[in-house]
């Protein structure tokens, strides 16, 4: 099995270190092969996502993937910005599910914004469909306006789309998901206001028929950003559009004490993925070896589990990665009083040392 390697920009470099340290210790049998992806691959290449780092993502089982971005390319060209490599990958390899856990450790209780018992064995899952929404709807551009409120007028337009079977797959991942879970989906969407999601609403019902042991329930976007931060432990398997499952889940990460912590999955039809933390390239951190690896390394958890056919494995980093919280290290964004802040190395070879049996500290026993 081949993993594809792409640390990106910013502290991506950093993070996909330690994670790819953590995989070695694991005795997989696996090839990893590395490549230059964003703004690095710019710099090198004059292009985000070289044709060389595509055909390398194509070819491999699974991808595993830092972050990309900075903020001295914001003035390119759009084609040329680093964020293109990343959506070009998701629509090229057709990974249309996105699946980002959002889990409170017992040890991060708190670490969160919100009250400990608001998020206290806090365990939900955002689905997030990848590959259509306003994302990728076209036309999209700059134009004069021939009409509304000033015709004449420079304006700017994106198109939010959905056709029937990119709304059944991911209503289809989604009930299958929670089958696995609690059974209950929240299918978010905003069909009070837009045609769009006034269909995704009618299909996802549809579907939804098809699972009548799964319970369904529809909330409108704003009333779920509400409810997240109210009672966030009332939902289980949340299902939504690119461009609100983009939003929602950021908001999600927060709950579990810090984005830091938040990996995600991405796949295809075949359970192919690419996976990388929830989080971006960090640029005001970058080079200071204090970014949290931790949800680069429970992504490589996530692949070893949907990818690679190899779940002991994943189990064994989760555990790791409790086992390293039970002795208290932290990076800075999950620091508290009372616990011992490290850097991203420290963080990366604690991890290394609980899978191996060497974490110094380590509780006899880790809950949950
Ligand atoms: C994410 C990111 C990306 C997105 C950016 C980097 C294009 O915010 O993965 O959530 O908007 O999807
Ligand atoms: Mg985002």
């Known amino acids: 099995m081949k993993i594809a390697i792409l640390p990106g920009d910013g502290i991506g470099t950093e993070i996909v270190e330690q994670a790819v340290r953590v995989l070695g210790v694991l005795d997989l049998d696996v090839e990893t092969e590395t490549a230059l992806v964003g703004g690095a691959a710019y710099e090198a290449h004059g292009h985000p996502l070289p044709d060389a780092t595509l055909q390398l993502a194509r070819a491999a089982d699974a991808i595993l993937f830092g972050a990309v971005?900075?903020?001295?390319?914001?003035?390119?060209?759009?084609a040329l910005r680093p964020e293109q490599a990343i959506l070009g990958l998701r629509k090229q390899l057709g990974l249309f599910a996105n699946l980002r856990p959002a889990l409170c450790y017992e040890q991060l209780t708190h670490s969160s914004s919100l009250k400990p018992e608001l998020v206290a064995g806090l365990d939900i899952l955002i689905i997030r469909e990848l590959t259509g929404d306003i994302y990728f709807g076209q036309p999209?551009?700059?134009r004069v306006a021939t009409d509304g409120h000033f015709p004449g007028a420079e304006e700017a337009f994106d198109t939010m789309r959905y056709s029937k079977p990119e709304i059944e797959r991911i209503a289809h991942v989604a009930f299958q998901a929670a089958r696995k879970r609690s059974r209950r989906v929240t299918s978010v969407d905003k069909a009070n206001v837009l045609e769009t999601f006034q269909f995704w609403r009618d299909v996802v019902t549809e579907v939804h028929a098809q699972y009548r042991d799964v319970e369904l329930?529809?909330?409108?976007?704003?009333?779920?950003?509400?409810?997240?931060?109210?009672?966030?432990?009332?939902?289980?398997?949340?299902?939504?559009?690119?461009?609100?499952?983009?939003?929602?889940?950021?908001e999600a990460a927060m709950l579990t004490g810090s984005i830091g912590m938040l990996p995600s999955a991405s796949l295809d039809k075949d359970h192919k993925g690419l996976y990388e933390p929830s989080h971006g390239s960090a640029p005001d951190?970058?080079?200071?070896?204090?970014?949290?690896?931790?949800?680069?390394?429970?992504s490589a958890a996530m692949m070893l589990r949907f990818s690679l056919n190899q779940a002991a494995a994943a189990e064994r980093i989760e555990s790791a990665v409790k086992a390293v919280l039970s002795s208290g290290l932290r990076t800075p964004d999950i620091w508290s009083e009372g616990t011992k802040k490290v850097g991203t190395r420290e963080m990366g070879d604690a991890v290394v040392a609980a899978l191996t049996g060497k974490l110094a500290g380590k509780t006899t026993t880790t809950k949950s």
Not at 69 to 78: A, H, N
Not at 220 to 246: C, E, I, S, W
Not at 285 to 298: D, E, R
Request: hydrophobic share 45%; charged share 25%; proline share 3%.
């Open 217 to 250: 329930q529809h909330m409108y976007v704003d009333n779920a950003a509400m409810q997240l931060v109210k009672a966030p432990k009332a939902f289980d398997v949340v299902v939504t559009g690119n461009m609100f499952g983009d939003i929602l889940s950021d």
């Open 69 to 78: 971005g900075d903020w001295k390319y914001d003035r390119l060209e759009r």
């Open 140 to 142: 999209r551009g700059r």
């Open 285 to 298: 951190i970058a080079g200071k070896g204090v970014a949290n690896p931790l949800a680069t390394i429970l």
